[in-house]
Each structure stands twice: as structure tokens, then as C-alpha cells.
């Protein structure tokens, strides 16, 4: 009881200091109240210049490494970056160029062959490369 009372009589001082009337503004922005002055904070006013030594760096050379990188490279890192943001959306019609992931079981005349089936097999549609159809 008596630290919820305490409680209660230190927001009302608060909210009475806030409210205080020194330096209002007026309506052209200038405050009517005192202020501090204004100076400025540069390395020489605040006497740092005898902490700081700036090295020689006027007429450093440096060497510029260039990459060659093949056309094969950056598009293995465009897949790259594809397949770490992809978003897997189970119940989506699909349409030519998406990727599905799918799991399969085939057979001929009722018997497994080499091949015939698989597990989380990511297939991209319209490209030919698993059956015609697909």
C-alpha cells in the first residue's frame, strides 16, 4: 500500500515539473526563456590536436584486385541465392518455370526399373527435361 502511494506522489511531481512555464516558445520559433549559449566542437576547441596524429596517407598506392568471373559462376550464384530464399507454397496451381518438388514411382508393365522412382525430386516445368508432357 504505502509504495503505491509513494508511487502516486512522485508522478505527480514529475507531471508538475514538466509542466513548468520557463521558456515557452513564441510563435516565431524563439524561445522567450534562457538558454545556453552556442558554441562549436571542432578537434582544435577541444584541444584533442595534441591526442591525434594523422599518418602520411597522401601518395599511398594500392593495388586494385579484379575478379574475372565466368557466366557459368554468376549464374551458379544467382541459384544459389534463388533456392536459400525460396518459399515453399504446398496448395498453389503451378504454371510453366516454377519449380515443384514431387515424389514419384514408376514402372513398365508393372515392374520397377532404374530410375523409376524418387523422393523430394525438384523438377522445373517446361523445360523438356523429365517427360514430355512436363
Known amino acids: ?21 520557463g521558456g515557452k516558445k513564441t510563435g516565431s520559433g524563439q524561445s522567450s526563456g534562457d538558454s545556453a549559449p552556442v558554441t562549436s566542437s571542432t578537434v582544435e576547441s577541444a584541444g584533442l590536436d595534441s591526442f591525434i596524429e594523422l599518418a602520411n596517407y ?24 534463388l533456392n536459400h530464399y525460396r518459399i515453399d507454397v504446398p496448395d498453389m496451381e503451378i ?7 514431387m515424389d514419384f514411382e514408376g514402372k513398365i508393365d508393372g515392374e520397377d526399373f532404374v530410375g523409376s522412382s524418387d523422393s523430394n ?3 522445373k516445368l517446361g523445360q523438356g ?5 512436363f
Open 1 to 21: 500500500m504505502n509504495k503505491k502511494i509513494i508511487s502516486l506522489v512522485m508522478v505527480a511531481v514529475l507531471g508538475l515539473c514538466g509542466c513548468g512555464s
Open 58 to 81: 597522401k601518395g599511398l598506392e594500392l593495388t586494385r584486385k579484379v575478379s574475372d568471373v565466368t557466366e557459368d559462376q554468376l549464374f551458379d550464384a544467382i541459384d544459389e541465392d
Open 95 to 101: 504454371d510453366n518455370l516454377f519449380w515443384v518438388t
Open 121 to 123: 525430386y525438384e523438377l
Open 129 to 133: 527435361t523429365f517427360l514430355e508432357e
